[in-house]
């Protein structure tokens, strides 16, 4: 293949060596695959690039060279400036909708603190991602309706055209747009949700971030009514998870997984079933505490946390707001 990219393409050394990798590196993942489907097809153009020997990139300046060509760079992440100390590595040029993209790899060797400064735990469910201790909740809404509502424009088009929506180019392209669109909100908000986790880390002045483990909830998806389940598969807790851990490695912070069973249901205060007062209220009849079930969860959650790691005072702590 070498030979051929080089005498009957024409492309440069380096270029043909990067294609060649990357065949190689896609065909392997396919053949890995237990459930292989059909053989790897070439769709989207791309191509894999060697730091240094295919590209350079100047941070400073806002330019890349690329098989000697120099090009501005007229897009950039707003926090490019993070990654000035970080180390180049390989990238892949994407062509997308007319325009080419430079997704580049940084490595950076960050220190984790594993002493046990404080911790904080994440809730994450369908309205609201909860963060917080025994002592302070936050919290920010989600954008699963907005997910949700261009899910069902799509879904709307696909039962108005049941026979030409599949060859109609208008049709099929409106239906790829609203998926793209709910796709596009999902992955922003995950990204923006794991930057503002850590952001609060750092403000809480602490170095272990408490989550759910997700493995009981994917067991028992089967078993919810079908609107839920939608919302559920929609909502992606697991791209949320990721990016928050993503954010935390970034910043040298530790993650812990927890059993989040009954997580919202518990007393923090004395670990008695609660039973709901009012809509998403709770309140346990033994020692009278009463609070929102996301408090309640994100509460439990640190408390977990904290007999995971043997620091943080026991939960009994916890205030009452009778």
Known sequence: MYKVL?????L?????????????????????NPKRGRFPVLKN?????TAK???????????????GQEVQIIGYPHNLDFYKDWEIKEARLVMRADEW??????KKKVKVEKEVKGLIAVDINMDFITLGNDKQVIEIPTKLSDVYHYKKLAEGLQRKYPKRWKENKRILNRIRHFHTRARNILIDFARKVGKWVIDEAIKFSVNYIVLERLNRMISRVKELKKDFRDRLYLMEYSRIQYWIGWEA????LNVIYVDAKYSSQTCPKCGSRMVESSYRMLKC??????????????????GRGSLTLSTAPQ??????NR
């Open 285 to 302: 009849e033994k020692c009278g505490y009463e609070d929102h079930r996301d408090y309640i969860a994100v509460k439990n959650l640190y």
């Open 315 to 320: 939960m009994r702590d916890v205030t009452t």
């Open 249 to 252: 490695k970034k910043h040298g």
């Open 101 to 106: 993209y430079l997704h580049v790899t940084m």
């Open 12 to 32: 440069p050394s380096k270029l043909a060596q990067d294609c060649y990798r990357d065949a190689i590196a896609t065909y392997k993942g396919w053949l890995k």
């Open 6 to 10: 080089r005498e009957e393409y024409g």
């Open 53 to 67: 020997a295919s590209y350079t990139l100047d941070l400073e300046n806002k330019k890349a060279k690329i098989l």
């Open 45 to 49: 153009i791309s191509v894999w690039l």
